[in-house]
């Protein structure tokens, strides 16, 4: 079974400095994704940014890029000019794809505040 | 906009109730899923289905059954709460085979049981 750990339970920074939130992983696939999904205070989940395993290109979306780094089975979401509107959980995720139902096997979360 | 809608945000239930939670999504989606949600431990899968009549179970289904009647209706139900089944609960859905570009979840449902 895959475990996915994130091991800052909670994290905060200055308004438009930068973050980077850690997530590892345990797996023995070769072809998987990884996601980071936000959670605001509104409690709708959001994705943020995901990454298929067999790129090496690390994904990037506006202010939010990640490291993947494979071998050390690590993925970390690093958020540029964090703006008070990023203050939310954030969720490292994994799936299989082969998996039936493709099922998210989730972190414990980081909780991140962003300071005025 | 595309939608998974939970029937209710907050809900408390005395213990040794029958309890549903309802999810509808408006998708076509053929996977639904549904997770428990609690501080530290993050979002644990309880069952999930991945077509009408179908559902599997996932880490933490003791306590839990679910029914799938409907491509676009997933209910969660506990067949006799109790005080430890207190939770945020997710209700989730996703396109199969492509469900690697992601879940759309609902807002919740927090549930306390006295």
Redesign the interface.
């Known amino acids: 079974a895959q475990t ?1 750990t ?1 091991s800052q ?1 909670e994290m905060s920074v200055q308004e438009a400095e930068t973050v980077t939130l850690s997530c590892t992983y345990d797996t023995s696939e070769n072809n998987y ?1 990884l ?1 980071w999904y936000k959670q605001p205070p ?4 959001i ?1 943020v940014i ?1 990454q ?1 395993a067999y790129k090496q290109q690390n994904a990037t979306e506006n202010r939010f890029s990640v490291n993947f780094q494979k071998a050390a089975k690590s993925f970390s979401l690093k958020i540029s000019d964090s703006q008070l509107g990023d203050t939310a959980m954030y ?1 490292c995720a994994f ?1 299989k ?1 082969a998996d ?10 980081t909780r991140l505040m962003v300071k005025p | 906009d595309v939608k998974v809608t939970q029937s209710s945000r907050y809900l408390v239930k005395r213990t040794g109730e029958k309890v549903f939670l309802e999810c509808v999504q408006d998708m076509d989606h053929e ?1 639904m ?1 549904w ?1 428990r949600q609690d501080p ?6 309880i069952y ?3 077509d009408v009549k179908m559902k ?1 179970k ?1 880490d933490i289904p003791e306590g839990y059954s679910v029914s799938r009647e409907k491509k676009e209706r997933f209910s969660l139900i506990l067949e006799s709460a109790s005080t430890n089944q207190t939770s ?1 609960y ?1 209700c ?1 859905s ?1 396109l ?2 492509r ?5 759309t ?1 609902g ?2 449902t927090r549930l306390t049981v006295v």
Do not use: I, K, W
């Not at chain 1, 039936?100 to 979360?109: D, E």
């Not at chain 2, 469900?99 to 879940?103: E, F, M, R, S, T």
């Open positions: 996915v994130q339970p994704y996601f509104s409690r709708q989940m994705l995901r298929e969720f799936m794809p039936a139902g493709n099922m998210l096997t989730f972190g414990g979360g | 996977n899923f997770y530290g431990l993050g979002l644990r899968l999930f289905s991945y599997e996932g945020m997710l989730a996703s199969f085979p469900a690697h570009y992601g879940y979840f807002s919740g």
